[in-house]
Each structure stands twice: as structure tokens, then as C-alpha cells.
């Protein structure tokens, strides 16, 4: 599977927590892809075109989810490729103003609740190591370190963690939390 969990370009900055925002969860549209493109521009320093979007709603291993505002503007996506019982998050990313405001949570938990569904034992991703974030994001989702790749990302160059998410021990992790 190809791979993509890339740095936030260095211009921007990440604000500090904001009210939740609510956002509507749904496929990608055609019509989205102008709106992932721009904010592809401003979050990562190596961007996919829209056409790259566009070649991925066309591939049946990959689920691209987008958050919307209630005016029906674009704050985020996440994309999910699935081979198999193994998947990816291959990308995910959320427009610098709405950052701190749950999103990319939400998006997450949307992907990984996918992946059960589809009876995914694993999800994967790489990350970079100063990539706080994320790195937060996805420990809060019971991602976990499995492996480190040297010198995997480049401008600047630097590590990629690779993370792994569990889908059994997650789930014993609700029943736990649910009996407590
Ligand atoms: C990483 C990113 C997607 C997070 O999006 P977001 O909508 O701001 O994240 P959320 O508000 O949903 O935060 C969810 C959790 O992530 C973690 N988190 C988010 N921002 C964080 C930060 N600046 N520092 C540390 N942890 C952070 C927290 O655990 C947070 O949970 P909490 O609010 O309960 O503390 C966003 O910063 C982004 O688009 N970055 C650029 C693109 C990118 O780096 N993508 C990931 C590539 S691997």
C-alpha cells in the first residue's frame, strides 16, 4: 500500500484549543476535491493534487471521508486504504482554522469504526517523529509505536514513526471501559 502521513508545512501554526465545531461526516464528492486540494497546500509540505483524490474515488480499496461545515464547506478528510484484513490511513488533515476543535478525532474514530466493519484486523500508518499532532491524535486513539523508519521523510529530513492500531485490543479496550 502506498503511503502518506506527511509534516504540517512549517508556516502554519497550530491554534490552540477551540469550541467543538459540528461537522457532518460523509463520502467524498467530486465537488470537494478544489476545497481538499487548498488545504492539502497549507498542511503539508508535499501535497497531493486533486487529481490524486480524484484517481482514489475511482479505487475500490480506498475510502476517502470528508467533515463538513454546516454551510457544506470542506474542514477536513481522512483517507482509509484497505487491502485485505490491513488498512492505512493514508492521509488525513484538517484546515488550520478548525484544528484543535475535535476534527480530526472525529474522522479517525469514523475510519477506525470502518475498519472494524470491514473486519480490518490492523490499521497502519507512518508519521513524523516531530509531527506532534498527530502523534497525538493517533496515541489517543490507541495507535502504538511498532517500528521506525530512518531518514523515510525528506524537506526537511527526518524519521517516520510507524504506528500500528489494533482492532481486537481495541475493542477489548471498550469492553473493559464498559465494565469499569
Ligand atoms: C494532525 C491534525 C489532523 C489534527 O487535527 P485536529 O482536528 O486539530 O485534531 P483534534 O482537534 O481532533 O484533536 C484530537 C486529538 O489529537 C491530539 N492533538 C491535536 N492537536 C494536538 C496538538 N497540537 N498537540 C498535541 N496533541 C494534539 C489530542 O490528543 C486531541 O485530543 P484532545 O483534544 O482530547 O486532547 C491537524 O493538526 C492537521 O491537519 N495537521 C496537518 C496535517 C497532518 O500533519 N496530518 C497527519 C499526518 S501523519
Known sequence: MGSRARPAASNVVTPTKGAPVSTVLRPVH????????AIE???????WSASAFADLMTYGHARTIVALDAAGEVLGYCVLLHVLDEGEIANIAVAPAFRG?????????????????MGLRSVFLEVRLSNEAARGLYGSRGFSSVGRR???????????????????????????????
Request: charged share 25%.
Open 30 to 37: 467530486a465537488d470537494d476535491l478544489e476545497a481538499i486540494a
Open 41 to 47: 497546500q497549507v498542511a503539508f509540505s508535499d501535497p
Open 101 to 117: 476543535r475535535g476534527i480530526a478525532a472525529r474522522l479517525l474514530d469514523d475510519a477506525l469504526g470502518a475498519a472494524v466493519r
Open 150 to 180: 530512518r531518514g523515510y521523510y525528506q524537506d526537511p529530513l527526518e524519521d517516520a514513526l510507524i504506528l500500528r492500531w489494533n482492532a481486537q485490543a481495541s475493542s477489548e479496550s471498550h469492553v473493559a471501559a464498559a465494565g469499569a
